[in-house]
């Protein structure tokens, strides 16, 4: 029979009464599993209850040992947000500057990563994947609205949109010819 003895929960975190803990180890096994910007590795190891003034001490270290770069990360996160058809343009800047990154190194990724990545194909492979059998115009209003707004919260401009869901439907219609 299980006991109704209330329990507590352990935890693990170094509390402001507790013995200095060295955030050292902490750190090195967030970067181990993957990358984190400055300001993302900083808010995890505060929030694992270590002292602020030891977690800068950290990131000082992080940074002169090479394991911690905005840029890098920036680009790495550009890169595969556009690759993978999640974000591109305005939307990659937001996201990146919610995780900490300046605007200007988040401008710097944005514009390597288009380098990388053509935002038209891009449009044109997740268009083919997501909505393989959409056609604009015969599409009823309301499942064109939902495209459209599909495709515009992934940061693609209405412009860009337009262009290519009529393009499609231009090339469908001399298919069927």
């Not at 935890?11 to 984190?36: E, F, I, M, S």
């Not at 209850?49 to 001490?57: C, K, L, M, R």
């Not at 680009?75 to 919610?98: E, F, H, K, Y």
């Amino acid at each position: 029979m299980p006991s109704t003895a209330p329990t507590t929960k352990v935890t693990n975190k170094a509390g402001p009464g507790a013995g200095r803990v060295d955030p050292w180890p902490a750190a090195l096994r967030l970067l181990t599993g993957r990358d984190y910007s400055l300001s993302g590795l900083r808010r995890k190891l505060l929030d694992k209850g270590f002292a602020p003034t030891d977690v800068e001490e950290v990131l000082q270290r992080c940074l002169e040992f090479g394991y911690l770069d905005d840029a890098r990360y920036a680009l790495n996160r550009a890169t595969s947000l556009m690759s993978q058809g999640r974000a591109v343009g305005p939307r990659i800047l937001v996201d990146l500057q919610q995780r900490g990154i300046s605007e200007g190194v988040a401008c710097q990724a944005l514009a390597k990563a288009r380098e990388a990545c053509d935002e038209n194909d891009l449009l044109t492979s997740l268009l083919e994947r997501r909505f393989p059998d959409f056609n604009y115009s015969s599409a009823p209003a309301k499942e064109r609205r939902r495209v459209v707004h599909f495709l515009q919260r992934r940061g693609f401009s209405i412009g860009h949109i337009m262009d290519q869901l009529t393009r499609k439907g231009l090339e469908t219609h001399d298919e069927d010819r």
